[in-house]
């Protein structure tokens, strides 16, 4: 999903063949030219621009080595120059969006034969310029240095996220088209999640501390220069956003005014302010823990989930998805806001996740049970065949719309 200034909203829909791309209005009613069929494309990432309502969805194909770039206006027309064809897939372990910065598109794709990352720029009208590869900057580094995640900044600037095999250090380096910004790259001592990103440029990290009580947010400002308040050491360990093999560390979540919040793994939020101070009344704690969207399916091995993400919304409240099938947003004083939680009433519905709009509405993904069937092999459970509807909640947690988007 991704919100439009006007309150509406583009939706991507897995479909049989490719993906279904739908744009909402305010209202929740589709709007005329939509939905629009992308036949061969399917785990897609939707970004919407704000300046005209136009959308672009970064796409996998079908293809051993290619990525798929749709643009559309906001009465559903294709865009001159577009489809664009980048090189590389899509890293299914990078699970931020692309980017859209002044109508033009920036995604980083992977090759893992022979290892690359390049961050691409589009332009408006779909011309395609490549950077060097991002894998060039951790590689051959003494000791051993591995490639992470590789998130795209608000202003287009790749972040290249790098680990020591002992994971003792984190090196992260900003780069544009050009190469490695002046300032960078920072190398940081301990385990540190992915960037999140603030106001001015800022870059916000959680690191794991030795022995595993507590953990550290760092804030770098856009020239690898730490903030002043920050770093700020907080008594939990660092939470984890992955429950499969390997150690993800969940990344702060920041709000427009620089504060950052970080929710532990029982669920307790702890909130910081934008200038590195610990926000009066909180933490917060939850009466349940955090969704781990999806399920593994039967008799299968080496699965895991990535766990919920909290968002922040325009004020500063963090929205939270919790197990039982409820959402609440939580106010800048560390107290639930009137109206909120909002609770699915079906049993084993969940919401899986949500984004927040420039408003304050909220628009929750909940994935509702509306069969079982028997596993192919023998697990003892049935297998869920569930729905998938949107949920507009209102800042005052009233509800605007549902917009159910596809049905077993």
């Given at each position: 999903?991704?919100?439009?200034?006007?309150?509406?909203?583009?939706?991507?829909?897995?479909?049989s063949?490719?993906?279904?791309?739908?744009?909402y209005?305010?209202?929740?009613?589709?709007?005329?030219?939509?939905?629009?069929?992308?036949?061969?494309?399917?785990?897609?990432e939707?970004?919407?621009?704000?300046?005209?309502?136009?959308?672009?969805?970064?796409?996998?194909?079908?293809?051993?080595?290619?990525?798929?770039?749709?643009?559309?206006?906001?009465?559903?027309?294709?865009?001159?120059?577009?489809?664009?064809?980048?090189?590389?897939?899509?890293?299914?372990?990078?699970?931020?969006?692309?980017?859209?910065?002044?109508?033009?598109?920036?995604?980083?794709?992977?090759?893992?034969?022979?290892?690359?990352?390049t961050?691409?720029?589009?332009?408006?009208?779909?011309?395609?310029?490549?950077?060097?590869?991002?894998?060039?900057?951790?590689?051959?580094?003494?000791?051993?240095?591995?490639?992470?995640?590789?998130?795209?900044?608000?202003?287009?600037?790749?972040?290249?996220?790098?680990?020591?095999?002992?994971?003792?250090?984190?090196?992260?380096?900003?780069?544009?088209?050009?190469?490695?910004?002046?300032?960078?790259?920072?190398?940081?001592?301990?385990?540190?999640?992915?960037?999140?990103?603030?106001?001015?440029?800022?870059?916000?990290?959680?690191?794991?501390?030795?022995?595993?009580?507590?953990?550290?947010?760092?804030?770098?400002?856009r020239?690898?220069?730490?903030?002043?308040?920050?770093?700020?050491?907080?008594?939990?360990?660092?939470?984890?956003?992955?429950?499969?093999?390997?150690?993800?560390?969940?990344?702060?979540?920041?709000a427009?005014?620089?504060?950052?919040?970080?929710?532990?793994?029982?669920?307790?939020?702890?909130?910081?302010?934008?200038?590195?101070?610990?926000?009066?009344?909180?933490?917060?704690?939850?009466?349940?823990?955090?969704?781990?969207?999806?399920?593994?399916?039967?008799?299968?091995?080496?699965?895991?989930l990535?766990?919920?993400?909290?968002?922040?919304?325009?004020?500063?409240?963090?929205?939270?998805?919790?197990?039982?099938?409820?959402?609440?947003?939580?106010?800048?004083?560390?107290?639930?806001?009137?109206?909120?939680?909002?609770?699915?009433?079906?049993?084993?519905?969940?919401?899986?996740?949500?984004?927040?709009?420039?408003?304050?509405?909220?628009?929750?993904?909940?994935?509702?049970?509306?069969?079982?069937e028997?596993?192919?092999?023998?697990?003892?459970?049935?297998?869920?065949?569930?729905?998938?509807?949107?949920?507009?909640?209102?800042?005052?947690?009233?509800?605007?719309?549902?917009?159910?988007?596809?049905?077993p």
């Amino acid at each position: 999903m991704a919100t439009g200034d006007d309150g509406g909203l583009f939706v991507g829909i897995p479909a049989s063949g490719g993906t279904v791309l739908a744009s909402y209005d305010a209202a929740g009613r589709l709007r005329s030219g939509w939905p629009i069929s992308l036949a061969g494309a399917y785990g897609c990432e939707i970004a919407a621009d704000p300046a005209d309502g136009s959308v672009r969805a970064v796409c996998a194909t079908y293809q051993p080595e290619g990525t798929r770039a749709f643009a559309y206006d906001d009465a559903g027309r294709q865009l001159a120059g577009w489809p664009a064809d980048l090189l590389g897939n899509l890293d299914e372990w990078d699970r931020e969006r692309p980017r859209l910065v002044n109508g033009q598109l920036y995604v980083v794709t992977h090759s893992w034969n022979p290892p690359s990352a390049t961050l691409v720029r589009v332009s408006a009208e779909g011309t395609v310029r490549t950077g060097a590869n991002l894998w060039g900057l951790v590689a051959g580094h003494s000791p051993a240095w591995s490639l992470g995640e590789v998130p795209i900044g608000p202003d287009g600037t790749a972040y290249v996220m790098a680990y020591s095999d002992d994971q003792s250090a984190t090196q992260i380096t900003a780069v544009d088209l050009g190469g490695a910004r002046p300032g960078w790259p920072v190398r940081i001592d301990g385990y540190a999640s992915r960037p999140s990103f603030g106001p001015g440029g800022c870059v916000y990290l959680a690191v794991e501390l030795p022995g595993g009580s507590k953990s550290r947010v760092l804030a770098l400002s856009r020239s690898g220069k730490a903030v002043a308040g920050w770093p700020v050491e907080l008594p939990i360990a660092a939470p984890g956003a992955w429950n499969g093999a390997g150690d993800v560390l969940a990344a702060p979540v920041v709000a427009p005014d620089g504060s950052a919040y970080v929710v532990a793994e029982d669920s307790t939020a702890y909130a910081i302010d934008g200038s590195g101070q610990p926000r009066a009344g909180w933490p917060y704690r939850a009466p349940s823990g955090l969704v781990w969207p999806g399920y593994c399916p039967p008799c299968t091995t080496g699965c895991g989930l990535w766990r919920s993400d909290p968002v922040a919304g325009p004020d500063g409240s963090l929205h939270l998805l919790h197990v039982g099938g409820s959402i609440v947003a939580v106010g800048t004083d560390g107290a639930v806001k009137a109206g909120w939680p909002v609770v699915l009433r079906r049993a084993d519905a969940e919401f899986e996740s949500v984004v927040v709009g420039a408003d304050g509405t909220a628009y929750a993904l909940a994935i509702e049970p509306e069969r079982y069937e028997d596993a192919e092999c023998e697990t003892g459970s049935p297998v869920p065949v569930s729905s998938a509807t949107i949920v507009a909640i209102a800042p005052d947690g009233a509800i605007r719309y549902r917009v159910t988007v596809m049905e077993p």
